[in-house]
């Protein structure tokens, strides 16, 4: 079982910057890819990024491959997103995720989900 803890949300103004957190822990001997992914008011779960077990290797939806980085020193430490130039329209819980393949880009592909941070970008 994999259990996942984001943190670093919070209230922004516009074009402000945030560094999201999602810690992991739990017992398993799989070499899980982890991601964001988000979801706003109103509408569907959407993928943001995801990094391979080893952080060699990432990949972006694309309207947020230039304002937003993945990153994670190795398996063992915590994932970051820096989302820099923050818009209203990133307003949205964001949550953590661990999946089996890379990139995962759909809710279905993901194993283990987070509880969730909320992202809030005031204009």
């Known amino acids: 079982q994999v259990q996942l803890v984001e943190s670093g949300g919070g209230l922004v103004q516009a074009g402000g910057s945030l560094r999201l957190s999602c810690a992991k822990s739990g017992r398993t001997f799989f070499r899980y890819a982890m991601g964001w992914f988000r979801q706003a008011p109103g509408k569907e779960r959407e993928f943001v990024a995801t990094?391979?077990?080893?952080?060699?290797?990432?990949y972006y939806a694309d309207s947020r491959k230039y304002r937003f980085a993945i990153s994670r020193d190795n398996a063992k430490n915590p994932v970051y997103l820096q989302m820099n130039s923050l818009k209203p329209e990133d307003t949205a819980v964001y949550y953590c995720?661990?999946?089996?393949?890379?990139?995962?880009?759909?809710?279905?592909?993901?194993?283990?989900w987070g509880q969730g941070t909320q992202v809030t970008v005031s204009s």
């Open positions: 990094i391979t077990y080893s952080g060699e290797n990432t």
């Open positions: 995720a661990a999946a089996r393949d890379f990139p995962a880009v759909v809710t279905t592909s993901v194993a283990y």
